[in-house]
């Protein structure tokens, strides 16, 4: 190999960094091996990357959703069985890998005979076996075998690399198979390959934002994710709402809590969290004993109206509590924060309690109610000492929860405001722009930011308000601003002139329950828009996209989730239960292979039982939204690119090895001995 002056040059610049990569590979031989390596790694098949976004606790939508990989799975089986089973018997398989457990069981219930049952596992974990091959296919052998399950990783590799079709290894691997059953381990054997082909099915899920509020159990879909092997989070409003909570924004508590018992879930707070809100309910029962909180009983299902017939009217007590101590504590923030420019959202000094309105802009408005027994019209906004000693217990309970914590650590872990990944832009809900198009400056702290640094900017702010500032100074703007971010008009994760809670609940004149969005979301059609925004966040590429949700895109008005030419998609198509008369469908998911994107529209979840029990699989209609001419390979990809930069580091390494600037030496395996 002929080494030129530039190549010296660059080893001779490089020289310290190189010698520090000199350790991992110590010698022509090893630097060599790696270069092979990852030049084969670059050569493999884009792996799939599964998008989700406003999941709003929908626990079993979520689950089957991400155990089917958006119609992935089916797909795959569809395509290897096509020619050899029949509809029924692919669907079959599809729930097993689903849903293993509950469909062993079932199988169990049918099959009584023992012989029939050996042969039913036979057959099965050939199939599996099958499967598994081939979602395994774009990975390197290594990687396959990380993410194997212990107890039968070396099993699992035999089986993945013989081939059947050869005669003398048919043998073998019948033998395997039929050992596995002999010794009684067919049924965990099952569920450690169905659990392997769903993590091979996706190799990296991206959720856009709102895992929290409105559905029964964000705190299941958080245990899901706290253990999936590769996921990163774009932080929703929602979400920015419970990591203020967890840091111990009083504001952000009382919201909580509201938006808890608005959709009859207390138990997520009580039962997920180890919340104590036997205070509030004590407080509520003291204040509003004899008032019967209409407007404040519980947004429920059919069945779920059923089992909380009794408790409702407490909960709407509850509600109505603290949804009184939410505006005072608001109001605190506000009157702190004038920079805020929220003081249209003080309005209880505003009603007139003697004739049972209130008056806004110099127009009056009939109230709903006017019975607020811990409210001085003299001083509308103070807390009562029972409320102040409410709000510390519900502060203390907060911050003391050990699983909110664990919870929140991952949405910092994996999460951030937005991100950018081979070539598409992700975040929750918009960037604020002017009315021509152009980004909008925000004002934080006397600063103006917009664009990316505007959400790098928010970004830090939030981190700051959970783990506390760096320098060990006053982080009290950081807590404030968590707060803004749930509900200010300039926030990135809200952008509309108002979150109009106030008028929603006590106000009959509907006009004034109008939240007006942000110039971006009329102005996200336009190309020339989307192209600017992308710009600016440096996202490169012929096909580049933004992704994101939190308005829900309303597909039974003829709405389409795909926007700007294709340049931006949004795939909040209602998830939650609460959107989806709104919506027509039970959301959106994407799913972006080494063939290109698809857009999967979704039909409600029915249940796991009939899931398992009936084969029936969520509805799902396939849109192709771009399909490349040729297929993506890693190279073409943000790690591919990482992998370039690592060989080309390499390649130095093996000219200073050439030239002796350094000394090669033996490789020894690292041990933990002294």
């Known amino acids: ?36 390596n990852l030049e084969a790694i670059l050569n493999l098949p884009k792996g799939t990357e599964h998008f989700l976004a406003d999941l709003h606790g929908e626990y079993e939508a979520f689950q089957h ?101 050869d005669p003398n290894k048919q043998g073998y691997v019948d ?22 082909i769903q993590q091979l099915t996706i190799d990296l899920l991206h959720i856009l934002g709102d895992v929290y509020d409105r559905g029964p159990s964000p705190d299941k879909i958080m245990d899901i994710l706290c253990t999936f092997h590769n996921y990163d989070i774009q932080w929703g409003n929602h979400d920015i709402l419970w990591m203020g909570a967890a ?86 923030t506000i009157k702190r924060r004038p920079d805020f420019d929220m003081a249209d959202r003080l309005l209880l000094d505003k009603v007139d309690f003697d004739r049972n309105v209130i008056v806004i802009d110099g127009k009056e408005y009939e109230m709903t109610d006017t ?61 604020p722009l002017n009315a021509d198009g152009t980004l909008k400056d925000v004002a934080i702290q006397g600063c103006k930011y917009h664009g990316k640094s505007l959400l790098k900017k928010v970004g830090a702010l939030i981190r700051e308000a959970y783990f506390g500032a760096d320098d060990g100074s006053d982080n009290s703007f950081a807590m404030d601003y968590v707060w803004y971010l749930w509900c200010g008009k300039d926030s990135p994760a809200f952008d509309k002139d108002k979150m109009a809670t ?95 994107f698809q857009l999967v529209q979704h039909e409600p979840f029915t249940s796991i039982t009939k899931a398992v029990r009936e084969g029936q699989d969520i509805k799902s209609t396939i849109q192709l939204v771009e399909m490349t001419n040729r297929r993506m390979m890693v190279k073409d990809t943000d790690i591919g690119h990482e992998l370039e930069l690592q060989i080309k580091d390499l390649q130095q390494l093996l000219v200073a090895y050439r030239l002796g600037i350094i000394k090669e030496r033996a490789w020894r395996p690292i041990t933990n001995k002294q």
């Open 371 to 431: 019975n607020f027994p811990t409210v001085d019209p003299k001083d509308p906004f103070r807390l009562t000492e029972d409320e102040r000693t409410l709000v510390k217990k519900l502060h203390n309970s907060f911050v003391d929860s050990e699983k909110l914590r664990k919870h929140m650590d991952a949405m910092f872990r994996n999460g951030c405001i937005f991100n950018v990944v081979n070539g598409n832009l992700l975040y929750h809900a918009s960037i």
């Open 247 to 332: 840091a111990g924004n009083d504001c952000c508590i009382a919201n909580v809590i509201r938006i808890a018992m608005r959709y009859g879930n207390q138990a997520v707070l009580e039962d997920g969290y180890g919340i104590n809100l036997l205070p509030l309910a004590t407080f509520a029962i003291d204040h509003y004993a004899d008032d019967p909180c209409k407007p404040f009983l519980p947004k429920v299902g059919d069945t779920a109206k059923d089992s909380m017939s009794k408790a409702k009217h407490l909960i709407a007590q509850m509600h109505k509590a603290i949804s009184i101590v939410q505006f005072k504590l608001e109001a605190e």
């Open 502 to 596: 106030f008028e929603r609940y006590f106000i009959k004149d509907k006009a004034t329950h109008k939240e007006t969005k942000g110039y971006y979301y009329t102005l996200r059609d336009s190309e020339e828009v989307c192209d600017r925004i992308l710009d600016e966040f440096g996202v490169q590429g012929q096909f580049r996209h933004i992704i994101n949700g939190h308005v829900p895109v309303k597909t039974i008005k003829g709405e389409n989730p795909i926007k700007a030419n294709g340049k931006m998609m949004v795939i909040d198509g209602g998830f939650s239960k609460a959107y989806q008369p709104e919506t027509g469908i039970a959301g959106y998911t994407l799913v972006y292979h080494s063939r290109g």
């Open 65 to 165: 959703v991400l155990r089917n990989a958006s119609g992935t799975i089916k797909r795959k089986v569809k395509e290897i069985f096509n020619d050899s089973l029949g509809s029924r018997e692919q669907k079959e398989l599809c729930t097993l890998i689903y849903y293993p457990e509950l469909k062993l069981e079932l199988v169990k219930e049918e099959i009584d005979n023992d012989d029939d049952m050996r042969d039913w596992y036979f057959i099965t974990i050939n199939r599996l076996v099958k499967v598994c091959r081939n979602v395994s296919s774009k990975y390197t052998r290594s990687k396959v075998h990380k993410a194997l399950p212990f107890d039968f990783s070396y099993i699992i590799q035999e089986l993945l690399h013989e081939s059947t079709s």
């Open 1 to 36: 190999m002929s080494i030129n002056q530039s190549e010296i040059k660059s080893v001779s610049d490089d020289l310290r960094y190189l010698k520090l990569l000199s350790r991992n590979f110590p010698n022509i031989a090893t630097a060599s091996t790696e270069i092979i």
């Open 175 to 196: 033998v395997i198979v039929r050992t596995i059953i002999s010794t009684c381990r067919a049924d965990d054997f099952i569920v450690a390959m169905c659990n392997l």
